[in-house]
């Protein structure tokens, strides 16, 4: 072969100056386009169409802002837009506005993306001159995404995220949130499910008629290429290919070029851009071969109508079969909303409660469920649905929540006891009050949570992203380099395999495989964790609890019933005779089983405290613990952890030389209470169990912090997981949760990895030298197609996990007790056996004789909501000078410059966080009053 060195040298230089430009044209700073100021608020409008425009948004710190989506499409790529920092999804219906509320952030970079993870665009919020509007502070607390057509946006935030980026100022970031009035979780998943029907209606119609046109015209093609003298001369005629190919490039792919050409000219191309740029390439290669094919050297003069048309149609088909899979994806939290019944009986007016007259069918007028309004008094009979949360007036009955709360185990309700709305009335009849309608019910909360944490990004995900912003631009200079070496140094025909090879490395290229890796499966799995009680409020909370190396218990009402001794004094209650829940001694057996260790903190006496840790088998318990005390706990586990003091006692050698075999208690003081089988912070984490108000700084404080359904909001709203049913068995399921999550992760992300590592090189022709074989466009198109569904069908599986911590397996966990060979992680043995050694097992006591607390300044903490959950503890121990008492969960804190005040009837008043803040705010009264 002899080479000719000025056409190599004129494409290597050409080469290199593309490759420049590309690099100049998507890496190049870009000047961000400033928000309009105006009655103290910051404005800006972003049109939605292929990409953001303007990508970039510059806003002043200090005040509130309003971004206005104007999205020009539909499909599912831009459905919603994602500002993961503030834990904000907000649905983006389709050619319609929808306007984003965002609360004062302070300076930083804030990326928010598509729900697909492709599209992207950036908030860069700059230092500037604060505004005099005294607008700006009160609207500061509210924030809320709805649409102009009112059919709103889901937008709602979880709790305490803040942003990645560093800020400048270090003060608490208020997050956004959804008024109950402006959002209904369960009607944007409504609203959201239609328009994929619509999708899916629309892309079928397109892959049919892509297909009709493509089939001739590649059956003919192919088999030309067998023998030619199969195939009429005029079936080949390139003309006639022209004709049936061009409206399957226009009209089939212009879902695919209205999206992918203007995300290159905002410089956030994806895979539509890809398809677009090498289909476009392929068809004016064609069409010039049609219309001057001397322009082509010999042997170069072969249209690709063929490739053009095939595929576009895989495209097409490929991005059916994944909107059909991704159908899934949120079926778990579809299958809740679609519980909800769309009738309920409203008990007529007039008619008497208080005696049987509410049986009376007659008495009751059916309608619609959204129609009822709270006090409204509804009708519920046997083997309905409850239509909204309330509570019994009169009546028994057996209710089925296990759709809720992933308990099986039916409930006895009765006169005064809630209801929950979607729930199942087993047996019996009842006459029930309605509290709760619309976005209030738990059933819309649950979605609203789930929606919230589904806009989290799991850290397993920063590697992807970051790989993900340079994959397309890399792939186009590849695909530069491709055509610039076949065409100086190849084989002949040379300009007919530069195309080829270049066209083919553009179109297998699947930078979707490394967006939807992590969120698909995040998504599956929260909602699988909703649909078995479990409620997670983070992606990064999901990846996190596989970690967990200790669990710390409150005892009254998370490990034993919190019923109070009826001898106790109201104002001094006690909880001697407090029983244990059931399944508490069978999930702390299973986590000691795990080498999980366990610890208990309580208020009660040594005697009392031992007795409930001997009884479900703690490991250590803390007993006399002071009531704002469980934090200082949380965090000497964590610095002991972190071998910065001694590590605690195995229970195993827990000293016992009192006369009965128990263990003799020892003071706090300089006592070792961590301990960890390893210094590895990330993979010992603290976690946190409890209810009550006097929780919720040691929930905030410890690495997760898991709250029980059945306590307090407050306790709730400084958790990252919420156990709905109550029951400590949904520790073991939110480890497995988690664990079964990041294996289905890394299966997605390896597939995604290795199939654009191997992919692209055999489009490019690295065989070729050995084997004399090229990709066809074709095949990398139907590859390319098949990759991301094959990614959605992976993140399906997850819906058949099993997150019951093994406790139904026959040689795990039975009754009360774990297997034998507790803390070797393994699972054999009797239930008889492993109750037998747990009752041998005296835990370690340590009794808390401090009588004052002070946490450092620089307590361990990697949880996302790091600033609040700061300022919350440093509320809790305030430095010496003035107090107050936050009037939400009655905690001491600081009365200074730098605390969180509200303004009502004229007085200041103080708060811990927040969220505390938030809530008296609602209803101030209700809690001066108490």
Known sequence: MEFNIFPIAVALLAAAALTWLVLRFFFAPQRGQAGTVSGGRQRATITVKGGYSPSTITMRAGLPATLTFYRQETGECTSHVVFADLGLDAMLPGNATTNVELPPLPAGEYPFACGMNMVHGLLRVE????????????????????????????????????????????????????????????????REAQERRNEIKSLTKLVVIGAILT?????????????????????????????????????????????????????????????????????????????????????????????????????????????????????????????????????????????????????????DVDALAVNDLVVVRAGERIPADGETVTGEATVDESMITGESKPIVKNAGTQLTGATVLLK?????????????????????????????????????????????????????????????????????????????????????????????????????????????????????????GTVVFDKTGTITRGIVDESADWSRPSYEQDTVKEGSAQAIAALRARGIRTVMLSGDKADVASRIAREVGIDTVICEVKPDGKAYWIERLQRERDGLSGAMPDSATAPSDRADGSARPVTARNTPVGGSRSTDQSANLIAMVGDGINDA?????????????????????????????????????????????????????????????IGIPIAAGVLYPFTGWLLSPMIAGLAMALSSTCLVLNANRLHGARIDGG????????????????????????????????????????VDDRTSLHLSEQSPSTKENHMEMNMHMHHMAPADGETATDPVCGMSVAANA?????????????????????????????FLSE
């Open 127 to 190: 230092d500037g001159p604060a505004t005099s509007n005294a607008d700006a502070s009160s609207e500061s607390a509210l924030s809320s995404a709805d649409a102009s057509d009112e059919s709103g946006a889901s937008a709602a935030p979880k709790h305490g995220q803040t942003p990645t980026a560093t800020p400048a100022h270090h003060h608490p970031i208020p997050s956004p949130s959804a008024t109950p009035s402006s959002t209904d979780a369960a009607e944007a998943e409504r």
């Open 215 to 367: 089939i001739p015209v590649f059956a003919a093609t192919m088999l030309h290429m067998a023998d030619p003298a199969l195939v009429p001369h005029w079936m080949v005629n390139p003309w006639l290919q022209a004709i049936l190919i061009t409206p399957v490039m226009f009209y089939c792919g212009h879902p695919i070029h209205s999206v992918g050409f203007p995300a290159l000219a905002h410089r956030s191309p994806d895979m539509n851009s890809l398809v677009s740029l090498g289909t476009s390439a392929a068809y004016l290669y064609s069409l010039v071969t049609c219309i001057a094919p001397w322009v082509f050297p010999e042997g170069s003069r072969e249209p690709y109508f063929e490739s053009v048309g095939v595929v576009i149609t895989l495209v097409l088909v490929g991005r059916l079969l994944e909107t059909k899979a991704r159908e899934g994806t949120g079926k778990a939290v579809q299958s809740l909303i679609k519980l909800r019944p769309r009738t309920a009986h409203l008990l007529n007016d007039g008619i008497d409660a208080a005696n049987d007259d509410w049986l009376n069918p007659a008495n009751a007028t059916d309608t």
């Open 428 to 548: 019996g009849n009842v006459l029930m009050r309605i509290t709760q309608v619309g976005a209030n019910t738990v059933l819309s909360q649950i979605a609203g949570l789930v929606a919230r944490a589904q806009a989290t990004k799991a850290p397993v995900q920063q590697l992807a992203d970051r790989i993900a912003r340079y994959f397309v631009p890399a792939v186009m200079i590849i695909a530069i380099w491709t055509f610039a070496i076949w065409v100086s140094v190849g084989p002949d025909p040379r300009l007919a395999h530069a195309l080829v090879t270049a066209v083919s490395v553009l179109i297998i290229a699947c930078p979707c495989a490394l967006g939807l890796a992590t969120p698909l499966s995040v998504t599956v799995a929260l909602g699988l964790g909703a649909t078995n009680g479990v409620l997670v409020t983070s992606a990064k909370a999901l990846e996190r609890a596989r970690r967990i």
């Open 697 to 757: 700084p040691a929930l905030a404080q410890a690495d997760l912090g898991i709250a029980i359904g059945t306590g307090t909001d407050v306790a709730m709203q400084s958790a990252d997981v919420t156990l709905m049913s109550g029951d400590l068995r949904g520790v073991l399921k939110t480890i497995d949760l988690s664990q079964a999550t990041m294996r289905n992760i890394r299966e997605n992300l390896g597939w995604a990895f290795g199939y654009n590592v």
């Open 807 to 846: 406790l139904a397996s026959a040689g795990g966990v039975v009754g009360d007790g774990v297997a034998d060979g507790a803390h070797d992680g393994t699972a054999g043995g009797t239930a008889g056996s492993m109750t037998d050694s747990m009752n041998r097992r005296e835990p370690t006591v340590i």
């Open 898 to 926: 730098e605390s969180i005040t509200r303004e009502y009837n004229g007085k200041t008043y103080y708060f811990c966080g927040e969220h505390c803040a938030t809530n008296f705010m609602k209803a101030p009264q209700v």
